[in-house]
Antibody, heavy 120, light 108 residues
Framework: EVQLVQSGAEVKKPGESLKISCKGS????????IGWVRQMPGKGLEWMGI????????RYSPSFQGQVTISADKSISTAYLQWSSLKASDTAMYYC?????????????WGQGTLVTVSS | SYVLTQPPSVSVAPGKTARITCGGN??????VHWYQQKPGQAPVLVIY???DRPSGIPERFSGSNSGNTATLTISRVEAGDEADYYC???????????FGGGTKLTVL
């Protein structure tokens, strides 16, 4: 069974750093792109970026390029989303999702989401 | 950057047909995917590559894509279909994915 299990909720202060994780199981982790999606409170889905764990090839939405870093550790089947300096506007639910096999297109499996709250 | 436009809301009576549109410049040349998201839950893929259904998705869900508009059609709408629906494409010209703004489907 394909599963994506994300790390737990985080409460941070502005300016702090953060790295959240997404552990894949039940499939060949290195053979599927993994993406990250933001959902701000009461708002829609926003496509952030995607990584191919096999070779760490990464693509970002222009809206998120330079604002976050996506990485993966294939030895432990885990993808990451990190911030070096959080802002209050980073408060959101963040989902990881597996792309179907092949080139980036649609997401067929999703994690449960990680709620990030940034507040002074 | 490529923009996908969805109506904020669509309302339909039970048993009727709901149509949710997703507009984009020459979207017919792209593959469109649709997700359903219920409150407090992660999204679920309901249509991929314009009109294919993942296993487990009822046949009542269908999709089409032509010209500047893609459409998700839900036939014989049930109360359980009430959710937010998002279209999504891969923008190959800028090498990243894009979601539409989402449509809230209300079952009257």
């Amino acid at each position: 069974e394909v599963q994506l299990v994300q790390s737990g909720a985080e409460v941070k202060k502005p300016g702090e750093s953060l790295k959240i994780s997404c552990k894949g199981s039940g499939y060949s982790f290195t053979s599927y792109w993994i993406g990250w999606v933001r959902q701000m409170p009461g708002k829609g889905l926003e496509w952030m970026g995607i990584i191919y764990p096999g070779d760490s090839d990464t693509r970002y939405s222009p809206s998120f390029q330079g604002q976050v870093t996506i990485s993966a550790d294939k030895s432990i089947s885990t993808a990451y989303l990190q911030w070096s300096s959080l802002k209050a506007s980073d408060t959101a639910m963040y989902y990881c999702a597996r792309n179907v096999r092949g080139r980036p297109s649609q997401f067929d499996y999703w994690g449960q989401g990680t709620l990030v709250t940034v507040s002074s | 950057s490529y923009v996908l436009t969805q109506p904020p809301s669509v309302s339909v009576a039970p048993g009727k047909t709901a149509r949710i549109t997703c507009g984009g410049n020459n979207i017919g040349s792209k593959s469109v995917h649709w997700y359903q998201q219920k409150p407090g839950q992660a999204p679920v893929l309901v249509i991929y590559y314009d009109s294919d259904r993942p296993s487990g998705i009822p046949e009542r869900f269908s999709g089409s894509n032509s010209g500047n508009t893609a459409t998700l059609t839900i036939s014989r709408v049930e109360a359980g279909d009430e959710a937010d629906y998002y279209c999504q494409v891969w923008d190959s010209s800028s090498d990243h994915g894009v979601f539409g703004g989402g449509t809230k489907l209300t079952v009257l």
